[in-house]
Nanobody, 127 residues
Framework: QVQLVESGGGLVQTEDSLNISCVAS????????MGWFRQAPGKEREFVAA????????YLVDSLKDRFTISRDNAKNTIYLQMTSLKSEDTAIYYC????????????????????WGLGTQVTVSS
């Protein structure tokens, strides 16, 4: 079992930056590929970013590559999502997810591929 707890969300202004994090605990969390997803009000959950368990490979959705960065620190069992130049359309609940894998260089973009999910952290961007 892996427990995921997101933090760092909040209310920010347009063009602000915000860093959110997700701490994993439980069974060998560093063998988990991780991902970030978000769900805006009235919309379906969407993929944001993913990272392999060593951090050697990562992927962000094309529309966010210029503004968001995903990283991880396995010594702290934590992944991060650095968000810059925030827009009102970034307003959403941000969730992290984990998938156990033996494959170091893999990441996953489908929500149904992940086993464990956090409860989310709210990010609100006000204009």
């Amino acid at each position: 079992q892996v427990q995921l707890v997101e933090s760092g969300g909040g209310l920010v202004q347009t063009e602000d930056s915000l860093n959110i994090s997700c701490v994993a605990s439980g069974r060998t969390p560093d063998q988990y590929a991780m991902g970030w997803f978000r769900q805006a009000p009235g919309k379906e959950r969407e993929f944001v970013a993913a990272i392999s368990w060593s951090g050697a490979r990562s992927y962000l959705v094309d529309s966010l590559k210029d503004r968001f960065t995903i990283s991880r620190d396995n010594a702290k069992n934590t992944i991060y999502l650095q968000m810059t130049s925030l827009k009102s359309e970034d307003t959403a609940i941000y969730y992290c997810a984990a998938k156990f894998t033996y494959k170091d260089n893999f990441f996953y973009i489908g929500g149904n591929e992940y086993t464990y999910w956090g409860l989310g952290t709210q990010v609100t961007v006000s204009s």
